[in-house]
Antibody, heavy 121, light 111 residues
Framework: QVHLVQSGAEVKKPGASVKVSCKASGYTFTDYYIHWVRQAPGQGLEWMGWINPNSGGTNSAQQFYGRVTMTRDSSISTVYMELYRLISEDTAVYFC???????????????WGQGTTVTVS | HSVLRQPPSVSGAPGQRVTISCTGGSSNIGAGYDVHWYQQLPGTVPKLLIFDNNNRPSGVPDRFSGSKSGTSASLAITGLQADDEADYYCQSYDSSLSAVVFGGGTKVTAL
């Protein structure tokens, strides 16, 4: 069965960085893009970016340029999202999600991690 | 302000049909990019409901259907049930932004 399991909740001070992990299982890790999506309290879904686990290539939303890094470790089927220079507005639940079509970035997301709560205070 | 626009809320009596619109533009839905829909029940992770405009993943009831025309898409729920009360989001790709984009979400209420 396909699963994405994320790291645990984090509490950070403003100006700090946070690194969230997302471990994949049940499928060929390098076949599917992984997206990062966040949801602030009471708000909607906001796409942050994607990583191609095969090549390591990434693309992020414009509002996160220079503030987010997405990486992967194929040896342990894990992707990481690191967000820098945190502000209170970064308080949110952060999700990783798998692209539904192998090798495609602009598609839907069929498997989601459980979410990681990041609190900036 | 979301690139894809959805009504904040829709409601209907149990058993009725409700629709949720998702309005985009010439650089996203109108450019031919597919639309996907998610259901997020209170306190849970988003779930893929419709992919590629009108396809249901296995396990999604056929009460849920999607359509797309021009620069807009719609999600229809027939035979509305209390269990359908949730937030629904549309998603596509925008070539001007080179980014995946979500609608602002629609809260569905069964009266």
């Amino acid at each position: 069965q396909v699963h994405l399991v994320q790291s645990g909740a984090e509490v950070k001070k403003p100006g700090a960085s946070v690194k969230v992990s997302c471990k994949a299982s049940g499928y060929t890790f390098t076949d599917y893009y992984i997206h990062w999506v966040r949801q602030a309290p009471g708000q909607g879904l906001e796409w942050m970016g994607w990583i191609n686990p095969n090549s390591g290539g990434t693309n992020s939303a414009q509002q996160f340029y220079g503030r987010v890094t997405m990486t992967r470790d194929s040896s342990i089927s894990t992707v990481y999202m690191e967000l820098y220079r945190l502000i209170s507005e970064d308080t949110a639940v952060y999700f990783c999600a798998r692209g539904v079509v192998p090798g495609a970035s602009a598609e839907g997301m069929d498997v989601w991690g459980q979410g990681t709560t990041v609190t900036v205070s | 302000h979301s690139v894809l626009r959805q009504p904040p809320s829709v409601s209907g009596a149990p058993g009725q049909r409700v629709t949720i619109s998702c309005t985009g533009g010439s650089s996203n839905i109108g450019a031919g990019y597919d639309v996907h829909w998610y259901q997020q029940l209170p306190g849970t992770v988003p779930k893929l409901l419709i992919f590629d405009n009108n396809n249901r993943p296995s396990g999604v009831p056929d009460r849920f259907s999607g359509s797309k025309s021009g620069t807009s898409a719609s999600l229809a729920i027939t035979g509305l049930q209390a269990d359908d009360e949730a937030d629904y989001y549309c998603q596509s790709y925008d070539s001007s932004l080179s980014a995946v984009v979500f609608g602002g979400g629609t809260k569905v209420t069964a009266l």
